[in-house]
């Protein structure tokens, strides 16, 4: 993992680098995406080439309605970087709510192509560590992955959870996570940790012995808790000089 090469693409980079960082990848081997070069990132990507190209659904891929025809030219760039990755021989995930626009190929043609040719799947919250600190339940929203590599090698998605036979769903938990900024933060903490961690193992995930798939071992978060205070804190401060 030390030598792998990262990209990085989000509203969140330093997040996601405090995760990565965490899961042993070496800070001068991440690059978060520089938008004030971004007509060029696809030939200085091909030029890097990085092993992960991975995408936190940036607002700004799905917003029309705030970002006009800024939002459409946003997904065709990153649309042009997921094509130069593959092509060199890389890998990349795109990740976000299912909910976004940016999934349906009427109103976001522009990754139409990427969405036929890749790997298309579901992760619920809960299922990655996700839940209420007070009352121990689960969320139950999930996150949408489209991937160069498999995530899960069963049948329909990895969305079964055990949290009905427990303590159940949170209920409204996006107004529970409007309303505690704290646990969202350590919501997204989390999900990206289990993201990056399931790509970089590149071992997909399985019925197995869990019909769900989990793989309790990309949710040890202990490190990360202890460790993403001080490295956000230093990314905030040399995020910059990155790109």
């Not at 030219?73 to 795109?94: E, P, S, T």
């Not at 996570?177 to 933060?185: A, D, H, I, P």
């Amino acid at each position: 993992v030390e030598e792998t090469r990262v990209w990085i693409i989000g509203d969140y980079l330093a997040e996601m680098i405090a995760v990565l960082r965490v899961l042993g990848v070496v800070y001068g081997n991440i690059r978060p995406w520089d938008d004030r070069r971004s007509s060029h990132s696809p030939a200085l990507l091909l030029e890097e080439r990085p092993h992960w190209l991975f995408i936190n659904q940036p607002r700004a891929m799905g917003g029309e309605k705030a970002f006009g025809h800024n939002a459409s030219m946003f997904r065709r760039r990153i649309a042009l970087l997921i094509n130069a990755q593959v092509k060199h021989g890389g890998n990349f995930a795109l990740y976000g709510s299912p909910l976004s626009l940016i999934w349906d190929v009427q109103r976001a043609p522009e990754l139409k192509r990427c969405i036929e040719d890749w790997h298309l799947t579901e992760l619920r919250w809960c299922n990655m560590g996700v839940v209420h600190p007070e009352t121990g339940q689960g969320f139950g929203s999930k996150v949408k992955v489209l991937s160069s590599i498999q995530l899960w090698s069963g049948s329909g998605t990895p969305d079964k959870c055990l949290c009905l036979e427990g303590p159940g769903h949170v209920e409204h938990p996006l107004n529970v996570l409007r309303e505690r900024q704290r646990l969202r933060v350590e919501a997204w903490e989390k999900i990206n940790h289990y993201i990056f961690a399931l790509c970089l193992s590149c071992r997909p995930l399985g019925p197995g012995t869990r019909s769900s798939g989990i793989r309790p071992e990309l949710n040890d978060n202990k490190e990360l808790n202890n460790n993403a205070k001080f490295d956000k804190d230093n990314n905030n401060k040399s995020t910059n000089k990155l790109s």
